[in-house]
């Protein structure tokens, strides 16, 4: 599997290519996302499947708006009635430059409020790459920021949380706590801006 990993926004490049240095299966690029010739893009949507903002917009205008219809039916017929955060769901585009689109929901619904403290991104992307690992037609995965647009996400904490969920899924390093202390001091570690008691 190729893991390509774009985006316009050159702080969250540079703070990629810190965080996965060593990862020899993953390309980083500064660019358009939409102009790649791959098996799949990811979508980092919302729970409803609403496909008509940012990034979002991009990829309906590239691969025909047929798919924000096509994904929401399919939400609605799921057993939750929404793609939940840490859920992906892989849709064929009809495309031949890019077959499959990978919805991996980062917010419930489209806002900026405490996306930034959350650790949406590392479920996400936990999400879209068993997705895509999953899929036997997918071998190439064009993956752009997730929470660094709409939930404004500083890019160096959702390029840490994307490279540990690419550490337990991709490479193995799956968490084994022992008491709650270890799950909550690894889960502050991922979003150090995130609160873990209110008092």
Known sequence: MKYILIDTNPKLVDAWREFFAAAPDVTIM???ITQLSVDAVVSPANSFGFM???LDYALSE???????KELQAKIKASPEGELLIGQAL???TGD???PYLISAPTMRIPTNFNIDTSVNAY???KALLIAANRHNSIQSVAIPGLCTGVG???PVIAAKQMFYAYEEIVSGKKQDFKTFGEAQKYHWHINPQ???WTH
């Open 30 to 32: 500064e660019g358009d």
């Open 52 to 54: 008509d903002g940012s």
């Open 194 to 196: 995130g609160m873990i």
């Open 90 to 92: 892989v849709l064929e």
């Open 96 to 98: 031949q430059q890019i």
């Open 62 to 68: 590239r691969l025909g708006w047929h798919l924000e």
């Open 123 to 125: 479920l996400a992307m």
């Open 152 to 154: 404004r996400m500083p």
